[in-house]
């Protein structure tokens, strides 16, 4: 038997979790951007680590999408403080 969420009672739509993409390609973050979208994703894009890191310290996640080569700070470093802000729950790519 299937229980109804409050949302679904109201008719409400669940809110579309949130993936962040960090690429200074434009071509990249515009190909994922869409990708993300159709798949029911809320994404938001980044062209520069120091960018991502402020947006993730007050938004939540759902993913991360990360280029190793970055303008500003290396991806390995940005996933590092990634995974200090989101846990070890949200997968970072």
């Known amino acids: 038997m299937k229980t109804d969420t409050l949302a679904e009672i109201a008719g409400e739509q669940p809110p579309m979790p949130s993936i962040m993409i960090v690429d200074d390609s434009p071509a ?29 310290r007050n938004n939540p996640l759902a993913a991360a999408v990360i280029d190793i080569h970055l303008p500003d700070i290396s991806g390995l470093i940005l996933s590092k403080e990634l995974r200090k802000i989101l846990g070890h729950a949200a997968p970072i790519f």
């Open 28 to 56: 990249t973050t515009r190909g994922l951007h869409r990708l993300f979208t159709r798949g029911g994703y809320r994404p938001s894009s980044f062209q520069d680590g120091m960018s991502a890191l402020e947006f993730a």
